[in-house]
């Protein structure tokens, strides 16, 4: 399925609550967005409002919303008891906004549910997932929230994320839609995920040559696309792994110059090549140096001009230590990682603590092992 196709027919098994009535086929005129979801999904959750507030809004030109989940009616029915959250319903709001607003706040107004959330468009659930298998699985889309826009003639128009749908239904709704160009568009969208996703299992397969071929095929199809920083990132890793050292300095070079004094920025790909010089890929002395200089360097300009930024340099400080750990410099690690513990916010710490761990632990198992040969010694 791609824009332009015929939108399958709605096979669904339940639909919850009493309005709106049910639907099968399309009517013409009549716009329709079909959106799958699940009671699990945080996403989907916070996209209710405003699918609720779009079927208000454009009841009278003809929109009909439709919510399909492939969960159990009784797993949907139940949900739709629960009372939803003041985070969902504005998830934009502060607690301190109420201090500030020239209104009252509103100590009387009842909590909703989801039910009652809902009840403006049309929430379905259809357990067998022929519904599902029509437009998901066809469409080659594996996440939700997404939303199919049809058309007034039973077409798809569109196809993505609920909360970035507006400006496409408004056109579609006032004959101003083009298909065509909306075609082109999500097939090259379609196939740049497909592509990536390639890569990415090629690479977590070890497939380091294949990725490159993969790389080099697909550069056009890449280029100024969402996907080019982290197609750069992975052909980074790409090149270390393969041990190509004269390329890696070529683009650590490019990367230093681009940003000299952004620790940050540097050690997002400093743990590359810390991980392939760990891993026996990279074993070019100059690619760590450089590196280590370059952090280095980045990490006292902003102890030196900018000390209050301190606190956000813990992932720069937590590349460092693996970057002087995979230099053989275990006590200039352990110093980087337990400073990267002193600044990092409390929620980070439980995911540094094992590296120190791990390299306090192997200074104490050859301590012990010198006073063990000490003592044969003897």
């Avoid at 909360?163 to 097939?187: G, H, P, T």
């Avoid at 743990?271 to 140096?289: I, P, T």
């Avoid at 990267?340 to 439980?350: D, M």
Wanted: include cysteine; proline fraction near 5%.
């Amino acid at each position: 399925m791609t824009i332009g196709s015929v939108a399958p027919s709605l096979d669904i098994e339940h639909w919850v609550g009493e309005e709106p009535s049910p639907m099968t086929d399309f009517e013409p005129g009549q716009v329709t967005v079909v959106e799958f979801w699940a009671t699990w999904c945080g996403p989907c959750l916070y996209s209710m409002p405003h699918l609720a507030e779009l079927q208000t809004r454009y009841r009278d030109e003809g929109l009909r919303v439709v919510s399909v989940s492939r969960e159990d009616l009784e797993t949907v029915t139940n949900f739709l008891d629960k009372e939803v959250p003041e985070t969902i319903l504005h998830p934009g709001k502060k607690e301190a906004e109420t201090d500030e607003s020239e209104e009252e706040p509103d100590e009387d107004q009842e909590p909703i549910t989801y039910g009652e959330l809902t009840s403006a468009y049309s929430l379905t659930t259809d357990p067998d997932a022929s519904v599902h298998t029509d437009y998901m699985k066809a469409a080659n889309q594996n996440g939700i929230p997404t939303a199919f826009i049809v058309g007034k003639d039973g077409h798809v128009e569109w196809i993505g994320h609920p909360m970035s749908m507006d400006s496409a239904l408004e056109a579609v709704l006032n004959n101003q839609w083009d298909r065509e160009a909306a075609k082109e568009e999500f097939e090259k969208e379609t196939q740049m995920k497909l592509a990536y996703r390639e890569l990415v299992l090629a690479q977590r397969a070890g497939k380091h040559e294949l990725v490159a071929e993969m790389l080099e095929e697909n550069t056009e199809l890449f280029a100024a696309s969402k996907y080019e920083n982290a197609i750069e990132s992975l052909a980074f890793a790409n090149t270390l792994a393969l041990g190509q050292a004269e390329k890696a300095l070529a683009t650590i070079e490019e990367k230093v110059a681009a940003t000299p004094n952004d620790a940050v920025a540097i050690s997002s790909w400093a743990r590359s090549v810390a991980q392939a010089v760990r891993a026996g890929q990279m074993e070019n002395e100059k690619v760590l140096q450089t590196t280590i200089d370059a952090l280095e360097s980045a990490l006292a300009y902003q102890e030196e001009n900018s000390p209050e930024s301190l606190p956000n340099q813990w992932m720069a400080m937590n590349a460092m230590a693996y970057l002087q750990a995979a230099a053989d410099d275990k006590e200039a690690a352990i110093e980087w990682q337990t400073r990267a513990l002193e600044v990092a916010p409390e929620v980070r710490r439980r995911f540094l603590q094992p590296f120190l761990d791990e390299l306090t632990s192997s200074d104490k198992k050859e301590e012990s092992e010198e006073t063990e040969t000490a003592a044969e010694t003897e």
